[in-house]
T-cell receptor, first 114, second 112 residues
Framework: QQQVKQSPQSLIVQKGGISIINCAYE??????FPWYQQFPGKGPALLIA?????SEKKEGRFTISFNKSAKQFSLHIMDSQPGDSATYFC?????????????FGGGTRVLVKP | DAGVTQSPTHLIKTRGQQVTLRCSPK?????VSWYQQALGQGPQFIFQ???????QRGNFPDRFSGHQFPNYSSELNVNALLLGDSALYLC???????????FGSGTRLTVV
């Protein structure tokens, strides 16, 4: 049962362009929505996270947009760089401590061409 | 400051065997969670340990078991290995309410 659906599965963007990854969830108990970046041979690393009381959060070139009524959230990578080439995962965890279990999306492989 | 440390990094086992994977959490973290990541997929939650007890469990059979030690380190044990158990096993540590996990680089398990 896939509770967090992520799209697209892969995308190619030119250097300097914008990468956009979308996620949708079903479980209204989800309360914490992080994005992780994973390079080959490494574990996921927390990139940015949001809670449903805000509609947008920006950290450097990374922005999360959150639509609570639609149960959707997205990651925008501005001014994409070749070093951003990685697999990105959205995730969600239920209300309560952020140490609760994470449900991950299927991942998006991003390739930034120089 | 060392992050999450997992050992071994790679492992090859034969179907039917048993395996133990180890994890040392990030300094200051007392909660350890284990995830299974099949090739090309997102990580799937196996279970979480806090205060040496299993607090949450995902949809994994009893062949998967774990342990947490007083120093917060943890082990994941898998019995009667199946070919489908081949995956990257990730350990993540956290502090309840802290805002997220720190993942290790994982153990790549191949079952032949």
């Amino acid at each position: 049962q896939q509770q967090v659906k992520q799209s697209p599965q892969s995308l190619i963007v030119q250097k300097g362009g914008i990468s956009i990854i979308n996620c949708a969830y079903e479980n209204t108990a989800f309360d914490y929505f992080p994005w992780y970046q994973q390079f080959p041979g490494k574990g996921p690393a927390l990139l940015i996270a949001i809670r449903p009381d805000v509609s947008e959060k920006k950290e450097g070139r990374f922005t999360i947009s959150f639509n609570k009524s639609a149960k959707q959230f997205s990651l925008h990578i501005m001014d994409s760089q070749p070093g951003d080439s990685a697999t990105y995962f959205c995730a969600a965890s239920p209300r309560g401590a952020a140490g609760n279990k994470l449900t991950f999306g299927g991942g998006t492989r991003v390739l930034v061409k120089p | 400051d060392a992050g999450v440390t997992q050992s071994p990094t790679h492992l090859i086992k034969t179907r039917g065997q048993q395996v133990t994977l180890r994890c040392s959490p990030k300094s200051g973290h007392d909660t350890v969670s284990w995830y299974q990541q099949a090739l090309g997929q997102g990580p799937q939650f196996i279970f979480q340990y806090y205060e040496e007890e299993e607090r949450q469990r995902g949809n994994f059979p009893d062949r998967f078991s774990g342990h947490q030690f007083p120093n917060y380190s943890s082990e994941l044990n898998v019995n009667a290995l199946l070919l489908g158990d081949s995956a990257l096993y990730l350990c993540a540590s956290s502090i309840p309410g802290s805002g997220g996990y720190t993942f290790g680089s994982g153990t790549r398990l191949t079952v032949v």
